[in-house]
């Protein structure tokens, strides 16, 4: 039993280093796209500070990557959860998407928000700093309600019901 365990020790060292050699996600910092949030949308500055803070590692083109972010199987993790946050909401896009979804996101992002999914706690336990406070909540609540209730005011209400994809 104790050559097992100890051949067994040895085969799980020696896969964590093999799989050190599996790509890493590298520095993903992108100059300002033409269609980031900030230049299609008035973003006051104290909204901006709190999705950089809270947000924008998961959903925008400007990931900092953490020290553990290279080590294997923590970065296979973590580049998949950024993929998916970026491709559920990706701030540095958002100029490009139509009225519709917009509409649909700022609406997903005020219930997220409110109900305290977002940013999720797997997150905040180490961004400690992310965490959403009440007044940063009201006030990222209260943007996103004021643009939404914008967009409604200047365009037709069928452009706000975002389309299904065939």
Not at 24 to 52: C, E, F, W, Y
Not at 61 to 75: D, F, L, M
């Amino acid at each position: 039993m104790k050559r097992f365990l100890k051949i067994l020790l040895y085969a799980i060292l020696v896969a964590f280093v093999l799989i050190q050699f599996y790509p890493k996600p590298g520095k993903n910092i992108a100059p300002m796209s033409s269609n980031d949030i900030t230049l299609a949308h008035n973003v006051p500055p104290d909204v901006l500070q709190v999705l950089k803070t809270s947000c924008y590692d998961c959903h925008s083109n400007n990931t900092v990557y953490p020290w553990y972010s290279k080590v294997q199987p923590v970065a296979m993790w973590l580049g998949n959860h950024i993929e998916a946050g970026k491709g559920e909401l990706n701030f540095s896009d958002f100029g490009s998407y139509p009225i519709g979804r917009k509409y649909k996101k700022l609406e997903e992002i005020n219930e997220q928000v409110t109900e305290g999914e977002m940013p999720l706690s797997s997150y905040t336990i180490i961004h400690r700093d992310a965490k959403l406070e009440e007044r940063q909540k009201l006030l990222l609540t209260h943007w996103v309600t004021a643009l939404r209730d914008s967009i409604k005011a200047n365009y037709p209400a069928d452009s706000l019901i975002r389309k299904k994809k065939a």
